[in-house]
């Protein structure tokens, strides 16, 4: 199967970027990284990229007057590298209308909460707040909004008792090195079906039809 160009766009450590490295090099995600893009010179996401000969460059949004020109200079060095799917692993920026009118359904984020509940920022937090039951990470199209663009693949995990941020977010960021990976391969498989908001897969398994519960039920 042809490897479908990937961008990747950093802000942090990389540890999705990670995943989708691992995937690549044993070849189960059919995909190749042309470049990986950082606005933080500092993000251990390029020590990453230099261990495993990955392309990579630093664009500083600070050296840019505006977000748009940013993003312009971004599409630039995408385009530069002929990539056909853009993808978010903790980049820490909005992008504008502009750069997502460039590529149309062509740019992935990940998120670690089940949209649309708690999008933005401290959702792990947000979740054990408002005692939510269960949480998880979505992988989705970007659009205009912030985290509401159509949904790929979600994974729940559920929240627990003793649970703090920090532990359910270990938990999350497990789901995401997992969901990520097939949410690319279904792209690069062109498998992926837009209609509004709805994103399919027509010839998937049809997943599994019990409810699960939590706490669990005892005898009802």
């Known amino acids: 199967m042809k490897k479908v160009p990937i961008g990747v766009l950093v802000s942090g450590s990389g540890s999705n970027l990670q995943s989708l490295i691992d995937r690549i090099e ?3 995600l059919d995909a190749r990284i042309r470049i990986v893009i950082s606005n933080n010179p500092d993000a251990f996401a390029l020590k990453r990229c230099e261990k495993h000969g990955i ?3 630093v664009i500083r949004h600070a050296d840019y007057p505006d977000r748009e020109s940013f993003d312009r200079k971004m599409a630039e ?3 530069a590298h002929d990539v056909d799917l853009v993808v978010m ?9 502009w750069f997502l009118r460039e590529f149309p359904l062509r740019i992935m984020n990940i998120h670690p909460a089940l949209l ?4 933005g920022l401290h959702v792990q937090r947000q979740a054990i ?3 939510a039951k269960f949480s998880g990470c979505t992988v989705h199209f970007a659009d205009e909004g912030v985290d509401t663009g159509p949904i790929i693949i979600q994974a729940v995990v559920p929240v ?3 649970d703090t941020e920090e532990t359910l977010a270990a938990r999350i960021l497990k789901e995401e090195h997992r969901i990520y990976p097939q949410a690319i391969q279904l ?6 079906r837009v209609t509004g908001r709805r994103v399919s897969v027509p010839d998937n398994p049809t997943p599994g039809a019990a409810a699960i519960h939590n706490p669990p039920l005892t005898g009802f």
């Open 26 to 28: 044993e070849g189960s």
């Open 55 to 57: 392309p990579a460059a």
């Open 77 to 79: 060095v995408l385009h």
């Open 89 to 97: 692993a903790g980049f820490m920026r909005i992008l504008s209308s």
């Open 116 to 119: 649309p509940a708690f999008p």
């Open 129 to 131: 707040l408002h005692g």
């Open 160 to 162: 627990l008792d003793s």
């Open 187 to 192: 792209y690069a498989e062109g498998r992926l």
